[in-house]
């Protein structure tokens, strides 16, 4: 498998020559995208025009994403329709967008969705508005489209040279590491039930709800692989397996990832349905996309796109933000703002920004992460072992593997396909992944990428037609040890201003869909009780 030396010595190389290596076939074409870097640098700089009109509205929602579309969900929900929601690109959805293929749409970051936990009721409602949950949203079992249920197989892990079923390794282990793998397996089956002092599940989903019990939140204060080998948990494919984990969710490797977070990652997800087995995902080709849709729809066109905030005030009694669209700035007026862009921003927008809730911003750390799509002209040749899935993890590998967007249209007869490939910029520092994502172009990322997977799947380079690069520097705040609890991040949760209020995955301090919506109806809750309207 390619170590991170040689990943990066491949990525070198190819941007210094710009071509294929000799005797392999010419690099596909492609582009650089994601996240404005321009737009980012030019808030950096802090050089913008003057308004030259005031306009008003009713509430102001800073950012398209989940948070800030389920902020807009649920204000409209409550009949408020007096709102609108500004988004600095030129599609909302935030990390949920996607891309559309002749062959498949697909995604460009979040793909998939648990089986939501009883906690999590204001996604049960989306999705039984969205006609996927079928029923009551509150039953314990829930039955789901068929649909929307992942295909099987669901995941397979690439290692010594075969394809194995399912994502923990099985194949060739002695019996001390399959016993450890039983016994994590039994601890994290007890954790899903476990309850704090408060009588509160010690790992919830929505993590708001978890227990605040200081014994279990102490966890916080050691990483993830200093508690597996504290309690035993010393097998080489359990610290792989916890490694990937939050390396896929976090961005971050689990020596670095607090236990607290680590840990919540496997024993929150207890949810269950009446027609699938309880590991099952929600998901579709275009990821989750169509989450972003169905929250978006209840906003309809008061979403706002190339909509860029320069400037925030809520000094004075009134709240306002400037918003550049294009060469043009206008002043806007609302009794209500709700900032659900990364919290990361609002220092550059908000001059007058408290101090402490500064620090706390400040006091975070983002990782940078990329996503490839690979367009290609026929499903690609396979290695021995369990057949393709939807999820393809390369054991050892630096990227996370890859996710097929055809695998939901098994059913149908289709030519080529789409493969999602992951890379959480884990092995470098933070900073210096994003300068690797600024500065290298697409054809460097296009030869490491084929070099990995061509591991798996010899003829990939041939069969490539197009290879299209997401880059986001600030893709999720990192959980690192000591950033939970008693920390920066709770004085973010729980900020509250008169006429203004967060909204992001970041207050959660880890970005998951649950996490981000869960933010966002917080937020539109606070903003209709001062309104002095119903919730």
Not at 128 to 137: I, K
Not at 221 to 245: K, M
Not at 312 to 334: C, W, Y
Request: charged share 20%; hydrophobic share 40%.
């Amino acid at each position: 498998m390619t170590s991170r030396r040689s990943f990066l010595q491949i990525l070198g190389a190819a941007a210094l020559s710009g071509c294929a290596p000799a005797g392999k076939p010419a690099l596909p074409s492609g582009e650089l995208l994601g996240p404005s870097f321009t737009l980012g640098h030019r808030l950096r700089d802090g050089v913008f025009t003057e308004p030259s009109e005031t306009r008003r509205t009713g509430v102001i929602i800073v950012g398209g994403g989940i948070s800030g579309l389920s902020a807009a969900w649920r204000l409209a929900k409550a009949g408020i329709d007096d709102f609108l929601v500004l988004e600095m690109e030129g599609e909302a959805g935030g990390n949920s967008r996607a891309g559309q293929s002749a062959v498949a749409a697909y995604p460009w970051g979040a793909h998939y969705l648990p089986l939501p936990t009883r906690e999590s009721v204001w996604v049960r409602e989306l999705l039984a508005e969205t006609g996927v949950l079928q029923g009551d949203p509150a039953a314990h079992r829930p039955t789901y489209d068929e649909r929307y249920l992942c295909a099987t197989p669901q995941e397979r892990v690439f290692r010594h040279g075969l394809w194995e079923e399912g994502l923990l390794p099985h194949r060739g282990l002695d019996a001390e590491e399959r016993a450890q793998q039983k016994q994590f397996q039994e601890r994290v089956e007890l954790l899903k039930r476990e309850v704090g002092r408060d009588g509160r599940r010690v790992f919830a989903l929505p993590m708001a709800l978890s227990s605040r019990d200081v014994e279990w939140r102490a966890l916080d204060r050691i990483s993830f692989a200093q508690w597996l080998n504290d309690n035993g948990f010393t097998a080489p494919s359990l610290h792989w397996l916890a490694n990937y984990a939050c390396r896929d969710d976090y961005g971050t490797s689990h020596a670095q990832t607090s236990a607290w977070a680590g840990l919540h990652y496997f024993a929150c997800r207890n949810g269950e349905a009446a027609n699938a087995a309880s590991d099952a995902v929600l998901t579709a080709p275009e990821g989750n996309a169509w989450l972003a849709r169905a929250l978006a729809q209840k906003a309809g066109d008061r979403v706002v796109t190339d909509a860029f905030v320069t400037r925030l005030s809520v000094e004075g009694g009134t709240a306002a933000v400037h918003v550049a669209f294009g060469a043009k700035t206008v002043r806007l007026e609302a009794r209500q703002i709700i900032w659900a862009a990364p919290a990361f921003v609002l220092p550059r927008v908000w001059p007058e920004m408290p101090k402490a809730l500064r620090e706390a911003v400040q006091a975070g750390d983002y990782a940078p992460w990329l996503t490839a799509n690979l367009h290609l002209s026929a499903f690609p040749q396979e290695r021995h072992g369990a057949p393709p899935s939807w999820d393809n993890v390369l054991y050892d590998s630096k990227g996370l593997g890859y996710i097929s967007a055809t695998h939901q249209l098994l059913r149908r007869h289709v030519e080529g396909t789409v493969l999602t490939y992951y890379r959480a910029l884990d092995d470098v520092a933070p900073a210096e992944g994003r300068r690797l994502l600024l500065e290298t172009p697409q054809h460097a990322w296009a030869e490491a990428i084929l070099s990995e997977l061509e591991i798996v799947h010899p003829d990939i380079r041939r069969l490539c037609t197009r290879l299209d690069v997401w880059r986001n520097g600030h893709a999720m705040r990192r959980p690192t040890v000591g950033s939970l609890f008693g920390s920066a991040r709770e004085r973010l949760a729980d900020f509250s201003h008169a006429r203004l209020q967060l909204a992001h995955a970041d207050l959660s301090g880890f970005s998951l869909f649950e996490e981000a919506q869960y933010r966002g109806v917080v937020a539109a809750e606070r903003v209709l009780a001062l309104l002095g309207k119903k919730a």
